[in-house]
Protein backbone atom coordinates (compact mmCIF):
# COMPACT_ATOMS: atom_id res chain seq x y z
CA UNK A 1 0.00 0.00 0.00
CA UNK A 2 2.87 2.15 1.07
CA UNK A 3 5.07 1.69 -2.29
CA UNK A 4 1.58 1.89 -4.14
CA UNK A 5 0.96 5.75 -2.39
CA UNK A 6 3.98 6.54 -3.29
CA UNK A 7 3.86 5.59 -7.04
CA UNK A 8 0.44 7.02 -7.65
CA UNK A 9 0.92 10.06 -5.30
CA UNK A 10 3.81 11.59 -6.61
CA UNK A 11 2.10 11.39 -9.78
CA UNK A 12 -0.65 12.99 -9.27
CA UNK A 13 1.04 15.49 -7.62
CA UNK A 14 3.47 16.06 -10.48
CA UNK A 15 0.54 15.71 -13.07
CA UNK A 16 -1.50 18.72 -11.18
CA UNK A 17 1.83 20.68 -10.76
CA UNK A 18 1.81 20.64 -14.94
CA UNK A 19 -1.75 21.84 -15.34
CA UNK A 20 -1.03 24.56 -12.67
CA UNK A 21 2.15 25.24 -15.00
CA UNK A 22 0.56 24.87 -17.82
CA UNK A 23 -2.17 27.31 -17.29
CA UNK A 24 -0.47 29.87 -14.83
CA UNK A 25 -2.33 29.02 -11.59
CA UNK A 26 -2.57 32.07 -9.52
CA UNK A 27 -2.41 32.05 -5.66
CA UNK A 28 -5.63 33.30 -5.27
CA UNK A 29 -7.00 30.52 -7.74
CA UNK A 30 -5.54 27.81 -5.53
CA UNK A 31 -7.31 29.20 -2.35
CA UNK A 32 -10.00 29.21 -4.10
CA UNK A 33 -10.13 25.51 -5.40
CA UNK A 34 -9.17 24.41 -1.46
CA UNK A 35 -12.27 26.44 -0.21
CA UNK A 36 -14.06 24.86 -3.22
CA UNK A 37 -13.56 21.25 -1.80
CA UNK A 38 -13.87 22.16 1.60
CA UNK A 39 -17.35 23.46 1.01
CA UNK A 40 -17.97 20.09 -1.39
CA UNK A 41 -16.05 17.58 1.23
CA UNK A 42 -18.61 19.48 4.03
CA UNK A 43 -21.95 19.33 1.95
CA UNK A 44 -24.04 16.26 2.64
CA UNK A 45 -23.65 13.40 -0.87
CA UNK A 46 -21.48 16.20 -2.71
CA UNK A 47 -18.04 15.25 -2.51
CA UNK A 48 -18.99 11.27 -3.62
CA UNK A 49 -21.25 13.10 -6.54
CA UNK A 50 -18.49 14.77 -8.06
CA UNK A 51 -15.96 12.03 -8.07
CA UNK A 52 -18.41 9.25 -9.75
CA UNK A 53 -19.23 12.35 -11.84
CA UNK A 54 -15.93 12.30 -13.21
CA UNK A 55 -13.94 9.77 -11.99
CA UNK A 56 -16.09 6.17 -11.53
CA UNK A 57 -15.88 6.06 -14.98
CA UNK A 58 -12.02 5.70 -15.23
CA UNK A 59 -12.22 2.83 -12.42
CA UNK A 60 -14.62 0.85 -14.88
CA UNK A 61 -11.88 1.54 -17.90
CA UNK A 62 -9.13 0.00 -15.44
CA UNK A 63 -11.04 -3.18 -14.93
CA UNK A 64 -12.36 -3.49 -18.65
CA UNK A 65 -8.73 -2.93 -19.66
CA UNK A 66 -8.08 -6.14 -17.18
CA UNK A 67 -11.32 -7.95 -18.12
CA UNK A 68 -12.10 -10.18 -21.18
CA UNK A 69 -15.86 -10.28 -20.12
CA UNK A 70 -18.89 -7.71 -20.68
CA UNK A 71 -18.31 -4.13 -20.06
CA UNK A 72 -18.36 -2.66 -16.80
CA UNK A 73 -19.69 0.43 -15.99
CA UNK A 74 -21.07 3.13 -13.63
CA UNK A 75 -22.48 2.32 -10.37
CA UNK A 76 -23.48 5.78 -9.16
CA UNK A 77 -25.03 6.36 -5.95
CA UNK A 78 -28.42 5.40 -6.06
CA UNK A 79 -27.92 1.71 -5.72
CA UNK A 80 -29.46 0.52 -2.56
CA UNK A 81 -29.32 -3.42 -1.31
CA UNK A 82 -32.55 -5.18 -0.60
CA UNK A 83 -33.94 -4.63 -3.61
CA UNK A 84 -37.28 -7.26 -3.40
CA UNK A 85 -36.38 -10.98 -4.54
CA UNK A 86 -38.13 -11.75 -8.06
CA UNK A 87 -36.46 -15.03 -8.90
CA UNK A 88 -35.47 -15.29 -12.61
CA UNK A 89 -38.64 -13.89 -13.94
CA UNK A 90 -40.90 -11.77 -12.46
CA UNK A 91 -42.07 -7.69 -12.71
CA UNK A 92 -40.40 -4.61 -11.17
CA UNK A 93 -43.00 -2.68 -8.89
CA UNK A 94 -43.76 1.00 -10.78
CA UNK A 95 -46.03 3.24 -10.34
CA UNK A 96 -48.86 3.47 -12.85
CA UNK A 97 -48.95 7.50 -12.49
CA UNK A 98 -48.09 10.00 -15.53
CA UNK A 99 -46.72 8.51 -19.01
CA UNK A 100 -44.78 5.39 -18.82
CA UNK A 101 -43.68 3.16 -21.77
CA UNK A 102 -44.04 -0.94 -20.39
CA UNK A 103 -40.45 -2.72 -21.21
CA UNK A 104 -38.60 -5.57 -21.12
CA UNK A 105 -35.34 -6.54 -20.17
CA UNK A 106 -34.19 -10.20 -20.63
CA UNK A 107 -30.90 -12.10 -20.95
CA UNK A 108 -28.08 -14.94 -20.31
CA UNK A 109 -25.31 -15.09 -18.39
CA UNK A 110 -22.54 -16.90 -19.31
CA UNK A 111 -18.40 -17.34 -18.07
CA UNK A 112 -15.66 -17.01 -20.52
CA UNK A 113 -15.63 -20.68 -21.57
CA UNK A 114 -19.34 -19.34 -22.98
CA UNK A 115 -21.31 -22.53 -19.95
CA UNK A 116 -24.43 -20.27 -18.99
CA UNK A 117 -24.05 -19.89 -15.31
CA UNK A 118 -27.39 -20.67 -12.85
CA UNK A 119 -27.58 -18.56 -9.28
CA UNK A 120 -26.43 -15.49 -10.04
CA UNK A 121 -28.10 -12.27 -8.13
CA UNK A 122 -29.08 -9.64 -10.37
CA UNK A 123 -29.58 -6.31 -9.28
CA UNK A 124 -31.52 -4.40 -12.09
CA UNK A 125 -32.58 -0.42 -11.15
CA UNK A 126 -33.02 2.44 -12.73
CA UNK A 127 -35.03 5.78 -12.82
CA UNK A 128 -38.61 5.96 -12.81
CA UNK A 129 -40.59 7.55 -15.73
CA UNK A 130 -40.20 11.16 -13.89
CA UNK A 131 -36.29 10.84 -13.48
CA UNK A 132 -36.07 10.05 -9.78
CA UNK A 133 -34.65 7.05 -7.86
CA UNK A 134 -36.74 5.27 -5.73
CA UNK A 135 -35.61 5.23 -1.81
CA UNK A 136 -33.41 8.47 -2.82
CA UNK A 137 -35.63 10.87 -3.85
CA UNK A 138 -39.13 11.77 -1.80
CA UNK A 139 -42.26 10.05 -2.36
CA UNK A 140 -41.30 6.83 -3.91
CA UNK A 141 -40.74 3.94 -1.84
CA UNK A 142 -37.78 1.71 -2.16
CA UNK A 143 -39.16 -1.40 -3.47
CA UNK A 144 -40.43 0.47 -6.41
CA UNK A 145 -38.07 0.58 -10.00
CA UNK A 146 -35.47 -1.61 -8.68
CA UNK A 147 -35.40 -6.07 -7.93
CA UNK A 148 -33.24 -8.74 -7.45
CA UNK A 149 -32.99 -11.40 -9.63
CA UNK A 150 -31.35 -15.14 -9.82
CA UNK A 151 -31.11 -16.44 -12.98
CA UNK A 152 -32.32 -19.84 -13.94
CA UNK A 153 -30.78 -23.21 -14.42
CA UNK A 154 -29.48 -21.67 -18.06
CA UNK A 155 -28.47 -18.41 -17.02
CA UNK A 156 -31.61 -16.91 -18.07
CA UNK A 157 -33.12 -13.85 -16.35
CA UNK A 158 -36.24 -11.74 -17.78
CA UNK A 159 -38.35 -8.46 -15.69
CA UNK A 160 -40.74 -6.70 -17.05
CA UNK A 161 -40.49 -2.87 -16.30
CA UNK A 162 -40.76 0.39 -17.25
CA UNK A 163 -38.77 2.47 -19.34
CA UNK A 164 -36.30 5.24 -17.68
CA UNK A 165 -35.99 8.80 -19.04
CA UNK A 166 -33.02 10.71 -19.08
CA UNK A 167 -32.35 13.05 -15.89
CA UNK A 168 -30.14 15.41 -14.44
CA UNK A 169 -27.60 14.78 -11.62
CA UNK A 170 -28.34 16.77 -8.86
CA UNK A 171 -27.07 20.17 -10.40
CA UNK A 172 -27.82 22.87 -7.68
CA UNK A 173 -24.37 21.91 -5.70
CA UNK A 174 -20.96 22.28 -6.20
CA UNK A 175 -20.37 19.35 -8.93
CA UNK A 176 -23.60 20.77 -11.12
CA UNK A 177 -21.67 24.29 -10.65
CA UNK A 178 -18.55 22.77 -11.31
CA UNK A 179 -19.91 21.23 -14.96
CA UNK A 180 -21.50 24.77 -15.80
CA UNK A 181 -18.19 26.53 -15.52
CA UNK A 182 -16.69 24.08 -17.78
CA UNK A 183 -19.54 24.16 -20.39
CA UNK A 184 -21.33 20.85 -19.58
CA UNK A 185 -24.78 19.97 -18.79
CA UNK A 186 -25.56 17.89 -16.09
CA UNK A 187 -27.44 15.22 -17.71
CA UNK A 188 -27.77 11.66 -18.01
CA UNK A 189 -28.94 9.67 -21.24
CA UNK A 190 -32.02 7.05 -20.22
CA UNK A 191 -29.86 3.99 -18.56
CA UNK A 192 -30.83 0.76 -16.69
CA UNK A 193 -28.21 -0.16 -13.91
CA UNK A 194 -26.74 -3.69 -13.49
CA UNK A 195 -24.85 -5.48 -10.46
CA UNK A 196 -24.12 -9.16 -10.86
CA UNK A 197 -22.96 -11.32 -8.17
CA UNK A 198 -22.01 -14.95 -7.26
CA UNK A 199 -19.31 -16.62 -5.31
CA UNK A 200 -16.23 -17.75 -7.73
CA UNK A 201 -17.22 -14.32 -10.29
CA UNK A 202 -15.73 -11.04 -10.60
CA UNK A 203 -18.98 -8.31 -9.09
CA UNK A 204 -20.02 -7.03 -12.69
CA UNK A 205 -21.52 -3.69 -11.83
CA UNK A 206 -22.69 -2.28 -14.96
CA UNK A 207 -25.71 -0.26 -17.12
CA UNK A 208 -27.25 -0.04 -20.76
CA UNK A 209 -27.90 2.63 -22.63
CA UNK A 210 -30.52 3.07 -25.49
CA UNK A 211 -29.82 3.38 -29.11
CA UNK A 212 -29.94 7.03 -30.50
CA UNK A 213 -31.45 8.50 -27.30
CA UNK A 214 -30.97 12.19 -26.18
CA UNK A 215 -28.31 12.69 -24.75
CA UNK A 216 -26.58 9.03 -24.78
CA UNK A 217 -23.34 11.57 -26.85
CA UNK A 218 -22.98 13.95 -24.39
CA UNK A 219 -23.80 12.33 -20.61
CA UNK A 220 -22.27 14.59 -18.39
CA UNK A 221 -20.24 11.32 -17.19
CA UNK A 222 -18.91 10.58 -20.36
CA UNK A 223 -20.02 6.94 -19.26
CA UNK A 224 -21.61 5.72 -22.60
CA UNK A 225 -19.44 3.07 -23.63
CA UNK A 226 -20.51 1.27 -27.63
CA UNK A 227 -21.10 -2.19 -26.70
CA UNK A 228 -23.62 -0.85 -24.02
CA UNK A 229 -26.05 1.09 -26.35
CA UNK A 230 -28.26 -1.45 -27.19
CA UNK A 231 -31.70 -0.98 -29.71
CA UNK A 232 -35.48 -1.98 -28.95
CA UNK A 233 -36.89 -5.22 -30.23
CA UNK A 234 -40.45 -6.02 -30.60
CA UNK A 235 -41.73 -9.33 -29.29
CA UNK A 236 -45.04 -10.30 -29.25
CA UNK A 237 -45.68 -6.59 -29.30
CA UNK A 238 -43.73 -5.39 -26.46
CA UNK A 239 -40.59 -3.52 -26.53
CA UNK A 240 -37.62 -5.53 -25.57
CA UNK A 241 -33.76 -5.00 -24.33
CA UNK A 242 -31.94 -8.11 -24.55
CA UNK A 243 -28.92 -7.41 -22.15
CA UNK A 244 -26.25 -10.94 -22.00
CA UNK A 245 -23.46 -10.81 -19.59
CA UNK A 246 -19.93 -12.77 -20.26
CA UNK A 247 -18.68 -12.77 -16.23
CA UNK A 248 -14.96 -12.55 -15.61
CA UNK A 249 -13.69 -15.35 -13.00
CA UNK A 250 -12.78 -13.97 -9.77
C1 LIG B 1 -26.28 7.26 -12.05
O1 LIG B 1 -26.05 6.68 -13.09
O2 LIG B 1 -27.26 6.95 -11.39
C2 LIG B 1 -25.35 8.38 -11.60
C3 LIG B 1 -24.00 8.30 -11.88
C4 LIG B 1 -23.14 9.30 -11.46
C5 LIG B 1 -23.65 10.41 -10.78
C6 LIG B 1 -25.02 10.48 -10.50
C7 LIG B 1 -25.87 9.45 -10.93
FE1 LIG C 1 -28.62 6.19 -12.87
Not at 219 to 238: K, M, S, T, Y
Request: proline share 5%.
Amino acid sequence: MIERSKTVMNDLVAAIRNVMLKHEITNEELRFAVKYLKETANTEFELELMMENFFEITTAHVTNNKNSGSASNIAGPFFLEDAPDIGSEGEIKTLEEGEHLPIVIRGQIKDLAGKPISGVKLDVWHSTPRGTYSGVHEGIPSEYYRAKLTTDEMGYYKVRTTKPVPYQIPDNGNTGRLLKSMGRHAWRPAHVHFKAHKPGLQEHITQVYFNGEDYVDSDCCEAVIDELVIPFVEENGEQVIIKNFVLDAA
